[in-house]
């Protein structure tokens, strides 16, 4: 590895552990600075594998951390206003782990990809929908409704499928969803067939979703096609499965179902039960 390459490896190694002192000596909450100080040792780790594998300058993970020490930064600014995103305002979110954590099961070639290209995109387009509709007061209307709904649905999506997936996964669910996923399936083996089945349906580009409904006390298995279509109101999705094309088509080819098969081993069933339960506090009469 050439020297000045690893010298400036080093340096921002260093720089990180410099945001993570300021981050504890800043005024955000002790939930934030945990949160946090996880992103930079999560983009730290990136950098020791970048030094560990001993290769020149590989100039598109340079670009990588460069793009994720800038997410970083950004993301610990604490907006004026915590409670809510202002209109064409939204962020990319950081992954929650390096691009290569999830291989073999993913490779780190579609994980960057479909982060840094589709998911951008998702997001841009939702600024440019709530931009037109929200402040620029754009006509058609009906052409920024249709934007918002397939860039807003793709953005939410992509956001909670990156944190459904972790390097850790226990391979099968367990506590409160596990007891959930009983009652309403039978078994976990009667639900992963039955979800597996529903991605296997999709026809074209679209998703397979695990959903908590509020108004039946149950859980659901439904297919969205694209990101907006089949969508079912007043219910919160819990794990979600992107089966478009570009989720797989760079490992698997056309061979979705061992796309699939894979994914199972990616999830991260601790992020599904602290969505269950947040997503279970909703309580609404039953009908
Ligand atoms: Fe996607």
């Known amino acids: 590895m050439d020297k000045d390459y690893q010298a400036y490896l080093e340096k921002l190694l260093e720089w990180g552990e410099k945001v993570k002192q300021k981050l504890k000596d800043s005024d955000l909450t002790e939930e934030e600075i945990k949160h946090a100080t996880e992103q930079v040792e999560i983009w730290q780790e990136n950098l020791s594998d970048m030094m560990a594998s001993n290769q020149d300058e590989d100039m598109d993970r340079l670009e990588d951390v460069r793009m994720q020490a ?13 409670s809510s995103v202002p209109y064409g305002k939204h962020k990319l979110p950081p992954l929650p782990y390096a691009y290569n954590a999830l291989e073999p ?24 929908a709530e931009k037109a509709l929200y402040i620029d007061k754009k006509d058609p ?32 669910p ?36 695990l959903l908590w409904t509020p108004r039946s006390g149950k859980l659901a298995v439904q297919s969205f096609e694209k990101h907006q279509l ?18 797989y088509y760079l490992q698997h080819y056309n061979d979705k ?15 599904v039960n602290d969505r269950f339960k947040e997503a279970s506090k909703v309580k609404w009469q039953l009908f």
């Open 70 to 82: 800038e997410q970083l930064v950004e993301n610990f600014r604490k907006p004026q206003d915590a």
């Open 257 to 271: 179902a061992a796309y699939i098969d894979n994914w199972w081993n990616v999830v991260n069933w601790d992020n």
């Open 174 to 209: 367990d506590g409160a969803i596990l007891r959930q996923i009983e009652k309403d399936f039978g078994s976990w083996r009667a639900f992963k067939d039955m979800f597996t089945k529903a991605a296997n349906s999709v026809e074209g580009d679209g998703w397979a979703v």
């Open 141 to 172: 209307i009906k052409h920024w409704l249709r934007e918002q709904a397939f860039h807003g649905s793709g953005h939410y999506l992509h956001t909670i499928f990156w944190y459904n997936m972790t390097p850790k996964s226990k391979k099968k």
């Open 105 to 128: 099961y993913i490779s780190e070639q579609i994980m960057r990809l479909h982060h840094q290209k589709h998911h951008r995109a998702y997001v841009d387009g939702l600024n440019k």
């Open 230 to 247: 089949f969508q079912v109101p007043d219910t919160i999705p819990l794990l979600v499965l992107d089966v478009w094309e570009h989720a």
